[in-house]
């Protein structure tokens, strides 16, 4: 069925005998290449008023109307809904909530953007009716004054630094970024202080920083999902870059290249209520934490994001990555085996790290040497040797393992399985008695032995080498706080995910609350399918066989695919269908076969 399309501004004022065609077509005609828009110039031409114009929007996009100079209209904004300088940045009215949505007056219904950010700031699902810009600026001059206003939902709102540091230029004169130090710290300084440590309290594993053509996106990365936070003012964006630079230790000057450093800050941590955690002396306690930080050079401007890294994150203990109880036998037998190379695979973002990490951890004993070769080194072990490799002086992947076996280690991590040269030299590790864990980038766990073989590594040698393969991804888990069943879920998601329409009563869903920002979900947890080798499966690498033929024998084998092991997380009421169903997409998937207990 064709997408109805929706009928234009000047079709609309138009066809209420507002304006006149001519007035619409002159009105097209200044709008081009001045980047207003047509109601702008309208109102400007005089042709009409802004009343008209927002009554024009209602009609086109289907929203309420409300006129503040209505007495009726006026009482229905309840200014104790939502923060003060939240209405007065964004110039929005709160009007009503219930259920968990909140409804605004706005005076842009295209500001996607803006509505996106609000979602996150105000924790609740946004619905929206229209005013003038001009009678939400007057009401807000008027009748906000003396009113009180409700305590945002994020644990540590943006909006203690935006009022005068995000929404006004800096003043160079009284606040150098260069010199201002300890308590007299300048606006931009305490602006990317308080980003930074809004972002950690907040669970985000990333902060991006990205210059568009009018104002700087802030977005966040909580839980993997993008969210966009606040719309930093364009003239800041130098002063912004170059403190994040000074920060990571990289070149202030260069914008020409990508840049790569990292930053370690003291962050105050914060107790269940939200509040900043005391030690017996009334300190606030802190927690030091690391940044990865990379610069990109983009077209208004260079893009830093920063990467948070949680040492707590990979030091969960086995049996909190998610694994059910039979994969995580197997998985504690694989990584007991004194020699033999165990991959695990997965797209950027996967968890591999924290896996792997995980492993080592649970070995690290005294009588057990182990040596790492990463890029970059993320989070430091005691009792482990790590090594950074460093291409530009030749310490490279190859040059870090050949020197890692006359160490004599008994277990060895390959951060990264990139060519056939690193992949050799693992295998030789693995064949003369070594213990060896690295990643690869595949979809599967099958694909992983055509991958390997593709890179030129004769096929007897990954028959004979590789012990095990674990492909695993990310999803998101549902805030226990608020989760509840979920009755209305999607017939076609289900069979999707294998779960029956009898077992349709256990399926539960999100549904929103102060602990998870009104999102329903908090914190994930991994889906996996272990590949253990067997002969079948070494015969068909030796064969140099097909990936649908790997992955039938490896389910013959008891492998259990990444969809069967998210049904089973569907069940248990800890992730929804909708997230697990983002993985389905496997070639050779039948769930016939994968989706058995």
């Known amino acids: 069925m064709a997408r109805k399309l929706r009928q234009k501004l000047g079709e609309i004022l138009v066809a209420a005998n507002v304006v006149t065609e001519d007035k619409v077509k002159t009105a097209l005609e200044q709008a081009k290449g001045t980047g207003k828009r047509v109601g702008e110039v309208l109102i400007e031409m005089a042709a009409c008023s802004a009343v008209d114009i927002a009554k024009g929007l209602a009609t086109q996009f289907g929203m309420e109307y409300l006129n503040l100079q209505s007495a009726e209209d006026h009482k229905r904004v309840d200014v104790t809904l939502i923060p003060e300088e939240i209405s007065r940045k964004h110039l929005v009215l709160p009007l009503s909530k219930s259920g968990g949505r909140l409804k605004l007056l706005i005076h842009d219904p295209m500001d996607v953007e803006l509505l996106d950010m609000l979602r ?35 644990k540590k709102e943006l909006g203690d630094l935006t009022a005068n540091s995000m929404d006004t230029s800096v003043d160079r004169s009284k606040a150098s970024i260069d010199q201002e130090t300890g308590q007299s710290e300048g606006e931009i300084v305490r602006m990317v202080r308080n980003i930074i440590q809004t972002a950690v309290q907040n669970r985000a594993s990333d902060i991006h920083f990205e210059p568009m053509k009018q104002f700087v996106l802030l977005r966040y990365r909580i839980d993997g999902e993008c969210q966009i936070i606040d719309k930093l003012p364009k003239v800041n964006q130098s002063a912004i870059l170059a403190r994040l630079k000074l920060m990571a230790g990289v070149n202030m000057a260069e ?38 930080v990379s610069t990109c050079p983009a077209s208004h401007g260079e893009s830093v994001v920063l990467r948070i890294l949680r040492p707590d994150s990979v030091r969960i203990g086995l049996i909190n990555l998610g694994l059910e109880a039979d994969t995580l036998d197997v998985f504690n037998k694989i990584i007991r085996r004194p020699n033999g190379i165990f991959l695990v695979t997965g797209p950027t973002g996967s968890g591999k790290t924290t896996t792997l990490y995980s492993a080592l951890d649970t070995l690290n004993r005294p009588d057990r040497k182990i040596i790492t070769a990463e890029d970059p080194v993320e989070y430091n072990f005691k009792g482990i040797n790590q090594v950074q490799v460093r291409d530009a002086i030749g310490l ?30 693992a295998i030789q590790a693995a064949l003369t008695g070594h213990l060896v864990f690295s990643t690869l980038h595949t ?35 549902l805030c ?21 329409e009898m077992e349709r ?49 490896a389910v013959r084998g008891g492998m259990r695919g990444l969809l069967g092991d998210g049904r089973l997380k569907i069940l248990k009421g800890m992730t929804t269908p909708e997230e697990i169903a983002k993985f389905a997409q496997i070639e050779g998937f039948d769930p016939t076969t994968e989706m058995a207990v």
């Open 120 to 154: 996150f700031r105000l924790g609740a699902e946004i619905d929206t009716a229209i005013g003038t810009k001009e009678q939400i600026s007057y009401f807000l001059e008027g009748d906000r004054a003396g009113a009180t206003i409700a305590k945002p939902l994020v």
């Open 255 to 292: 914008r020409r290249i990508p840049q790569d450093g990292r930053i370690k800050m003291p962050i105050p941590m914060l107790d269940a209520a939200g509040k900043e955690k005391l030690d017996p002396a009334g300190q606030t306690m802190v927690d030091h934490v690391d940044f990865r």
């Open 396 to 425: 490279t992947f190859p040059a870090i393992l050949k020197s890692m076996l006359r160490q004599a280690p008994n277990i060895i991590l390959v951060g990264e399985i990139r060519d056939r040269e690193v992949a050799d030299i």
């Open 443 to 477: 979809n599967d766990a099958p694909s992983a032995i055509t991958r390997l073989i593709d890179m030129g590594v004769k096929p007897f040698l990954v028959a004979s080498s590789i012990q095990a393969v674990l492909a695993q991804r990310l999803v998101r888990i």
């Open 480 to 500: 226990q706080k608020c989760r509840g069943p979920d009755p209305d879920v999607d017939s076609k998601l289900l069979r999707i995910v294998g779960v029956s």
């Open 505 to 553: 009563d256990r399926v539960m869903g999100p549904k929103g609350c102060r602990e998870c920002g009104q999102v329903g979900y908090r914190g994930r947890r991994g889906i996996y399918e272990m590949m253990v080798m067997n002969s079948e499966i070494r015969h068909l690498a030796f064969e140099r066989s097909g990936i649908s033929k790997l992955r039938a024998a």
